[in-house]
């Protein structure tokens, strides 16, 4: 069983910075796809960022240039910062995992991960 722990969520204002942390137990990430997502309360889940076995990465258009994932292979850990937050980047971050090598291009849709962390919650104030 693979367990997914987020951390590093928090309240900002808008214009700061965060970075969130995905620690991944009983697993070795850095062979398969991971990626972030998020929800607003009251609409659909949205996938924001992937990263492939190969490490080469894929993002939302709506924070491209923003945000940025990485892994760290030796601590198991995968990473999301978020810079220049803004109030609808607001939501809950989930981090999540697959068994493929490859997130693949409907990645952004989540039905490629089969496991999903309890999420950290991101707040932006104006």
């Known amino acids: 069983q693979v367990h997914l722990v987020e951390s590093g969520g928090g309240s900002v204002q808008a214009g700061g910075s965060l970075r969130l942390s995905c620690a991944a137990s009983?697993?070795?990430?850095?062979?398969?796809?991971m990626g972030w997502f998020r929800q607003a309360p009251g609409k659909e889940r949205e996938g924001v960022a992937a990263?492939?076995?190969?490490?080469?990465?894929m993002y939302a258009e709506s924070v491209k240039g923003r945000f940025t994932i990485s892994q760290d292979n030796a601590k198991n850990t995968l990473y999301l910062q978020i810079n220049s937050l803004k109030p609808e980047d607001t939501a809950m971050y989930y981090c999540a995992a697959s068994s493929t090598w490859m997130c693949g291009t409907s990645w952004y849709a989540g039905g490629v991960f089969d496991y999903w962390g309890q999420g950290t919650q991101v707040t932006v104030s104006s």
């Open positions: 009983k697993y070795t990430y850095s062979t398969y796809c």
């Open positions: 990263i492939n076995r190969d490490g080469s990465s």
